[in-house]
């Protein structure tokens, strides 16, 4: 089997579903003819049985064999939410890690990805619909009751010299009025707008650094 195909099938895995245009995006950009080479490969890995496609949207979606998501799950929306999302942190810099759904046991959170990208782990949660701030509240609690528990500490991904609990992205349109002790939040509409923040919040840090120097000499 070619790289490319077992690339493709190992995202369908990953990301649970994902439409030939985003597949386009992921696998035969700057291609001559992306559409023409996608369908080709499409069909093929179809024909071996080795993914599985839905057409009953506008868009065609495909999934890996045997797919494990419904192709009339409501969740697909969520799941290609998802791929947008990677996608857009593609041009700012490639994930070293982006894990979908990670579950990590009774009365802790369930984040969308765990990602470990520009050198720091993150928690990602995209907000499609509106909820109430009890809710989010709720959800927030849960990672406290993971940062309480330590056993983050024990991650493959924690540096040897600093243990690091994952700052939680929140891709919202909404604003909530939600804090926590232990977790740095950030409530952002997409991922640019959070990019945007690092440098800011770097430059305050600094700034900070020289006025303590200042006062101390």
């Known amino acids: 089997m070619r790289k ?11 990301f649970r579903c994902i439409t030939r245009d985003d597949i386009i995006v992921l696998h035969f950009k700057g291609l001559k003819q992306p559409v023409t080479c996608c369908n080709t490969v499409l069909k093929r890995l179809r024909r071996d049985g080795l993914i599985e ?17 419904k192709k009339e799950s409501t969740k697909i929306p969520h799941f290609l939410k998802i ?9 700012l810099e490639v994930p070293k890690t982006f894990i979908v759904e990670l579950k990590y046991g009774k009365g802790y959170m369930e984040p969308d990805t765990f990602i470990f990208w520009k050198r720091a782990p ?28 330590n056993e983050w500490q024990r991650e493959h991904w924690q540096p040897a010299n600093k243990k690091i609990f994952p700052s939680v992205i929140l891709i919202t349109n909404t604003r909530y009025k939600i804090k926590s002790p232990n977790v740095k939040l950030y ?8 990019v945007i923040k690092f440098p800011a919040e770097k430059k305050e840090k600094k700034n900070y650094n020289q ?7």
Not at 53 to 69: C, N, W
Not at 83 to 91: D, H, R
Not at 187 to 194: C, K, T
Request: proline share 5%.
């Open 53 to 69: 496609v839905s057409k009953e949207r506008q868009l065609y979606i495909y999934f890996p064999t045997p797919a494990g998501t």
């Open 83 to 91: 791929v947008e999302f990677y996608k857009n942190l593609l041009p």
């Open 4 to 14: 490319r195909d077992l690339a493709i099938i190992y995202d369908l895995s990953r």
């Open 211 to 217: 006025e303590i120097k200042i006062k101390i000499g």
């Open 122 to 149: 993150f928690f990602v949660e995209i907000q499609r619909s509106i909820y109430s701030e009890k809710v989010m509240n709720e959800k927030i609690q849960r990672y406290e009751s993971y940062y309480v528990s």
């Open 187 to 194: 409530q952002v509409p997409n991922i640019s707008e959070l």
